[in-house]
């Protein structure tokens, strides 16, 4: 079997993902390729689906700016990812095009692996910063794993409201602003950064000062260029353990190839590569 995945977005040519699917191809022992395709905002998404679901794919993934556009496109959408509002991978199973959402899961795995012991305890208190699409995702994964105290803080307060609302009943959660979350940042055993600020070229931001974060707390931020953001860069200073930003693209893609093929590739030492890669771009 030759496997064919495809990328869909715009633009996409830097993007991480082929060096990591073909990485797993390799890993899982399997043939295949995994191609760009870029999606110019100009054209059609239904015609350019039409053209991708005639090249024999296996599935695909998309990215900015179709993550929303593509679900009325797919013939079938998974529940977490109709919850979420957004595809990030379609696989093609036998002619059904189907949409997954594996952002959330692909978080959890990540901070799992490095982190196993937080999983033990349900009860530990997680801040969620954002509530954009990637904070969707984390804060619904992370309330269905059974996490019952999740506050989110955001800009926009009616954003947060929103995704307060999607998870499961038994989560407890508050809403704050940037201004109370820095203040209270002392509360929380884990906390996530889920916006844009500090990332490259604005790499001298960070949303809020983790001067009060425990020594005990593990700060988390999704953005990985710059892998060392300021955001973890205080969090370190605190002495708190951190959780950088290019594991859950790593784990999200790992399960976008379990998706497609069946088989879960260890990360192993993957993690330590990408870097090298990133550091490189
Ligand atoms: P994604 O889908 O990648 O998560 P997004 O939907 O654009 O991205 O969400 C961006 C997040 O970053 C939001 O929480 C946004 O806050 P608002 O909801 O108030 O817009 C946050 N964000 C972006 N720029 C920000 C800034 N300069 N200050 C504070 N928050 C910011």
Redesign the pocket.
């Known amino acids: 079997m030759h496997y064919r995945f495809s990328l869909i977005g715009y633009p996409i040519n830097h993007s991480l993902s082929p060096w990591i699917h073909k990485h797993f191809l390799k890993k899982a022992g399997l043939e295949g390729e995994y191609t760009i395709y870029e999606i110019d905002q100009k054209t059609s998404l239904g015609l350019e689906m039409e053209k991708l679901k005639s090249k024999q794919l296996h599935g695909f993934n998309v990215t900015v700016p179709y993550k929303q556009k593509i679900l009325p496109l797919l013939d079938k959408v998974d529940d977490t990812a109709r919850k979420m509002g957004a595809v990030n991978t379609v696989v093609n199973e036998n002619g059904i095009w189907t949409g997954y959402n594996t952002d959330g899961i692909g978080y959890l795995r990540s901070l799992e692996s490095k982190f196993p012991e937080l999983f033990r305890d349900k009860s530990n208190s997680i801040l969620v910063i ?6 969707r995702g984390i804060y619904a994964a992370l309330s269905d794993e059974g996490f019952n105290h999740i506050d989110i803080a ?3 307060e009616n ?1 947060a409201v929103q995704i307060s609302e999607i998870g499961n009943k038994k989560t407890k959660t508050t809403i704050l602003t ?1 201004k109370e979350a820095e203040l209270a940042a002392g509360n929380y055993d884990i906390i996530v950064q ?4 500090g990332m490259k070229p604005a790499k001298d931001r960070s ?1 809020i000062s983790l001067e009060h974060i425990k020594e005990t707390a593990i700060a988390s931020d999704i953005i990985y260029q710059p892998i060392n953001t300021v955001f973890l860069q205080q969090a370190k200073n605190a002495g708190a353990s951190i959780h950088y930003g290019h594991t859950m693209l790593l784990y999200q893609a790992q399960y976008a190839f379990e998706l497609w093929t069946g088989e879960k590739v260890p990360i192993d030492g993957l993690d330590q590569k990408l870097l090298l890669e990133l550091k490189g771009r």
Request: charged share 5%; aromatic share 0%; no cysteine.
């Open positions: 954002g509530a954009g699409g990637a904070a955001n800009r926009t954003s940037l889920t916006t844009s600020v949303i």
